[in-house]
T-cell receptor
Framework: DQQVKQNSPSLSVQEGRISILNCDYTNSMFDYFLWYKKYPAEGPTFLISISSIKDKNEDGRFTVFLNKSAKHLSLHIVPSQPGDSAVYFCAASRRSSNTGKLIFGQGTTLQVKP | KAGVTQTPRYLIKTRGQQVTLSCSPISGHRSVSWYQQTPGQGLQFLFE???????NKGNFPGRFSGRQFSNSRSEMNVSTLELGDSALYLC???????????????FGPGTRLTVL
């Protein structure tokens, strides 16, 4: 049972345009969501997070939107840059349960073309 | 601050052997979690340690074990290695939040284990 899903394995956008990466979850007990960026043979790098009490969080070019009723979150990157090309993972946790366990989606490979 | 460090970065073992991987968390972080990444299964949670105690465990066989030391450094051990254990093993550390909840996890570069 995959509790966190990223249905698009890949996404290609032009430099300067917006990249939108999507993520769906099934467990309504999740209360904290994160996005990580990963290059091959490296560990994931934390990008941005959002608590379930919010519906939007911004950090520079990155914005995460959370729609709790739809159990859906998205990561917007504006403007996209070639250096953003990587695999993006969304992750969810039950932060309030103090478990330290992240459930990851399968990842979306983003390619930003110059 | 230095990030999460993992040693060794690469390891080659044969079936039946055992292996120990090491993780040093970010200074001040007391929670350490371990994950396995494979092409087929993605990133999967192995276990989490906090204050030298295993606080949560994923769905992995008992061959996978770990421990945490008083300085928060952690090790994981895999005994009787199988070909399917070939993976990138990632360690992540986090602070303990104000309300006792685990904060954002920061990952190390991983240890690439190859089992022949």
């Amino acid at each position: 049972d995959q509790q966190v899903k990223q249905n698009s394995p890949s996404l290609s956008v032009q430099e300067g345009r917006i990249s939108i990466l999507n993520c769906d979850y099934t467990n309504s007990m999740f209360d904290y969501f994160l996005w990580y960026k990963k290059y091959p043979a490296e560990g994931p790098t934390f990008l941005i997070s959002i608590s379930s009490i919010k519906d939007k969080n911004e950090d520079g070019r990155f914005t995460v939107f959370l729609n709790k009723s739809a159990k859906h979150l998205s990561l917007h990157i504006v403007p996209s840059q070639p250096g953003d090309s990587a695999v993006y993972f969304c992750a969810a946790s039950r932060r309030s349960s103090n478990t330290g366990k992240l459930i990851f989606g399968q990842g979306t490979t983003l390619q930003v073309k110059p | 601050k230095a990030g999460v460090t993992q040693t060794p970065r690469y390891l080659i073992k044969t079936r039946g052997q055992q292996v120990t991987l090491s993780c040093s968390p970010i200074s001040g972080h007391r929670s350490v979690s371990w994950y396995q990444q494979t092409p087929g299964q993605g990133l999967q949670f192995l276990f989490e340690y906090f204050s030298e105690t295993q606080r949560n465990k994923g769905n992995f066989p008992g061959r996978f074990s770990g421990r945490q030391f008083s300085n928060s450094r952690s090790e994981m051990n895999v005994s009787t290695l199988e070909l399917g254990d070939s993976a990138l093993y990632l360690c992540a550390s986090s602070l303990e939040g104000r309300h006792g909840s685990t904060d954002t996890q920061y990952f190390g570069p991983g240890t690439r284990l190859t089992v022949l």
